[in-house]
């Protein structure tokens, strides 16, 4: 980690920044509030490779459509065995980058390995530790479920023994002889599902695996993503849904407009950000002299009341100087906890004003 001092060319306010070598990062100006991407001087990346320690390295991807840059000088590795959150709003480049991934598109210029193999040279090699799961699921609609299923497991050389389980483990047990063709959208989801997984490999690369699911599938598919992590298979998720990503993940990059301006920990990038954990506070009786002894506290950066439960944003060491001036003012605390920063802020903060 180092750190970098910049200024703001519109303002010329002083920034001070920190990242990786390489890390290519959002910066917004306190005071003007002027957006840019910095990358720290290190070459494209400051992650140095060693065999084996990536299942998935992707090195200044970028791609257009015409005039329009859909994906633009994108570099992230995803480690082996981790599960990796791919996130950003809808139309900023996630299902581009993943069919670039697959090299089924071209891209315009970068370099994609999946375990260690460049997937313009070696790209059926590649594929065959991959299971894939589109962001639109489609069969053959006059064939049943396990027909589908069976049919794919013969291209990846897999056992047709485990397609029954898997459309049973899916939840599509009562429709295995059913064409596929009459399934509802959330159900042809479940499959797609089941047929990423089939042979267990070694990578998953998941596009919007919750699209069209009712709360048990939901379910389902994050527990066979946990299941398959623990076996030791490196998964990839992208998603625009915040709740997923932070549900399943260990880290995660976030795009918008084709550019990755943000890559680590949930923990490290809130630390980033500077955003400070909440703490919620419930109290048997709430009143006015609470709130503005509350409001007085050196280091409070915001104060919310919700019925009798008063929410104060603000650093570690200021909680006790919170609890204290609570009490002095006569409040009894029922119930007290700390809400760290959540994956929703941090999305919103690198995502702000390019909706």
Excluded: W
């Excluded at 998953?204 to 048990?216: F, M, N, T």
């Excluded at 709130?291 to 050196?298: I, S």
């Amino acid at each position: 980690m180092v750190k970098r001092t910049l200024v703001c060319p519109n303002c010329k306010n002083k920034v001070t920044i920190q990242g990786d070598l390489g890390e290519k990062i959002q910066v917004i100006c306190p005071n003007c509030k002027s957006k840019g991407i910095f990358t720290f001087p290190g070459g494209k990346s400051g992650l140095k490779t060693t065999d084996n320690s990536f299942a998935i390295e992707v090195r200044g991807l970028t791609k257009s459509f015409n005039n329009f840059k859909a994906v633009d000088d994108v570099s992230f590795n995803v480690r082996t065995g981790e599960i990796f959150g791919f996130l950003g709003p809808n139309g900023a480049g996630k299902t581009t980058t993943i069919k670039a991934m697959l090299n089924l598109i071209h891209a315009n210029s970068g370099e994609i390995k999946i375990n260690g193999l460049d997937i313009t040279k070696k790209g059926k090699e590649a594929k065959k530790y991959v299971g894939f799961l589109p962001e639109r699921v489609a069969f053959y609609n006059n064939l049943t479920a396990l027909q589908n299923l069976c049919f794919y497991a013969k291209m990846k050389n897999a056992s047709k023994e485990e397609c029954k389980a898997l459309i049973e483990e899916f939840g599509l047990g009562e429709a295995v002889n059913k064409k596929v063709g009459k399934f509802s959208k959330g159900m042809v989801q479940r499959l797609g599902m089941a047929r990423a997984v089939i042979g267990n490999p070694p990578i998953l690369i998941l596009d919007e695996p919750s699209g069209g699911l009712d709360p048990r599938g939901v379910v389902l598919v994050r527990d066979k993503i946990r299941e398959m992590k623990n076996k030791g298979t490196t998964v990839f998720v992208s998603s625009h849904i915040l709740s997923e990503i932070q549900a399943l993940c260990n880290r995660v990059g976030i795009i918008n407009r084709g550019v990755l301006v943000a890559e680590d920990t949930v923990s490290k990038l809130s630390k980033r950000l500077n955003l400070k954990p909440k703490i919620s506070v419930e109290l048997e009786k709430m009143s006015d002299g609470i709130v503005k002894a509350v409001k007085k506290v050196d280091g409070i950066e915001d104060v919310q009341i919700i019925n009798k439960i008063i929410n104060v944003v603000c650093g570690p060491k200021k909680k006790a100087k919170v609890i204290v001036a609570i009490e002095k003012a006569g409040g009894n605390i029922i119930n007290l906890h700390t809400i760290e920063p959540s994956l929703e802020e941090v999305f919103m903060k690198f995502t702000e004003g390019n909706q």
